[in-house]
């Protein structure tokens, strides 16, 4: 196994990491950036990229590595500050979380994407637009998260199959549950924005779906 580092923004360095091949990113990494490094990596056997950045920058490539058909690479991820996929996946930050990237196992974990063809990693948020309420319905699998108005819905990936779980957000729980677990959440609104990984998108949908990805992805623990 030879590791790289993608240097995501500019969080510290760990110092276990200082030894490590190392090539500068944007805070979410651009296609162009991850490619220039995948080339790098994909001449190696056994490749371990290891991602030290935040949950957006985690996303963008596996993004980009489902994208171009590289999911065998290992990923193993250093965050500064715990975050919601650190949370997820039970990752320590800084120098801990260093020092598994370097001698850890990577292990299959479904991989959650949603029909634009962009990974998440910490979790996904649908709202209405400028604040308003999202109206429409929602379905985790065959089961229904909610129908009318709701102040939004949050979808989280689980390191376990069926590989998602969905909530409705705010005081409003729908049959008694607060969570619905499932291999794929579908939304159809009036209009939705959504934010995936802290990353707002682009422009208002009306309909979304997000669910576990034919193939898994390689995550050092």
């Not at 990936?157 to 619905?180: C, D, I, N, S, Y």
């Not at 794929?184 to 209009?191: S, T, V």
Request: aromatic letters at 6%.
């Amino acid at each position: 196994m030879t590791p790289f580092v993608l240097h995501c923004g500019s969080p510290p360095l760990p110092i276990s990491l200082t030894d490590v091949p190392l090539t500068s990113a944007s805070p979410v990494p651009t296609d162009e950036e991850c490619d220039s490094l995948f080339s790098a990596v994909g001449t190696i056997a056994d490749p371990r990229v290891i991602v030290l950045g935040n949950d957006a920058s985690l996303a963008a490539v596996l993004t980009r590595l489902m994208r171009t058909e590289r999911l065998h690479f290992e990923i193993a991820f250093v965050p500064e500050t715990t975050t919601s996929a650190g949370h997820i996946y039970r990752l320590g930050t800084g120098s801990r979380a260093a020092k598994v990237a370097l001698t850890g196992t990577a292990k299959p974990m479904p991989l959650i994407r949603d029909d634009a063809g962009k990974a998440v990693v910490g979790r996904a948020l649908v709202r209405g637009p400028a604040g308003t309420e999202l109206e429409g319905e929602a379905y985790v699998d065959d089961t229904q998260l909610f129908s009318g108005a709701v102040s939004g819905v949050e979808v989280v990936p689980t390191p376990e199959m069926p590989g998602l779980k969905a909530r409705v957000t705010g005081r409003r729980r729908l049959f008694g549950r607060r969570w619905t677990h499932g291999r794929a959440m579908q939304l159809g609104a009036i209009a939705a924005q959504l934010t995936r990984d802290g990353v707002p998108g682009d422009r208002e949908v009306k309909r979304s779906t997000f669910y576990r990805h034919d193939r898994e992805w390689l995550l050092v623990r």
